[in-house]
Structure formats: C-alpha cells, structure tokens
C-alpha cells in the first residue's frame, strides 16, 4: 500500500510538468497562427488579392516557426513585422527566400546559430 501510494503521489507532478510543456507549444503556435492572420489581413487591405498568397503563408509559417526554434518568440515577431512592413512598403508579397535570408541574418546578429532551413535560402 506504502508504494502505491508514493506512485500516485508522483503523477500530478508528472502531469503538471506535461501539461506546462504542451501549453508552451501552444501559446507558440497560436502566437504564429496570431501572425500569419495578420499578414494575411495586410496582405487583404494592401494588394486586394489572395492569389498566390497560400504558397507564401506555408511558406511564412515554416520561416516562423524555425526562428521560434532556433531563437524564440521575440525573433520571431521581429521577422513577422517585417514580412507586415515589407507589404505595405512595397505593396507586394515577399518572396519566401528573401524572408529566410532576412530571417537567418537576425538569427546571426542575434548570437544563435541559423538551422537547416534558414541555410537553406
């Protein structure tokens, strides 16, 4: 009985530590989802047309969520507004290569070493 009961004594720091992991992944992913709505309302009031805009949001998503990777949140809102800035200054759509580029040198200058993809471009 003595061990059953230092068992069960056990699981809710288990489950706690289990739920605070997933709900740090979540808050990132609603934080990238949160982004990716806002460019796309950007992308709406500037060029008036979503054609093209599907490859260019998966391809946003995947440079966001290596930058959260990589360099966390804060980095990531930093290359999210300038895919935001970029639109409205330009009034066109970045290409996915460009944000890479853009986004592996603020991960440089940041101290944090770049990951496959970001290398990639």
Known sequence: ???G??????VPDYIGTR????DVHRDLELRIRGHLYEIA??????LGSRQGF??????????LQSVTDVAGPDLMDEVAAS???HI??????????A????ARKLVSKAGYPPDDYLNAA
């Open 1 to 3: 009985m003595a061990n």
């Open 5 to 10: 009961g230092l068992l069960l004594s056990a």
């Open 19 to 22: 739920i605070g992991i997933h």
């Open 41 to 46: 309302a950007v992308n709406d009031e500037v």
């Open 54 to 63: 599907p490859a260019s949001e998966t391809g946003y998503r995947k440079t």
């Open 83 to 85: 895919i935001k800035e």
């Open 88 to 97: 409205r200054t330009h009034e066109e759509r970045p290409a996915n290569q």
């Open 99 to 102: 944000v890479r580029k853009d």
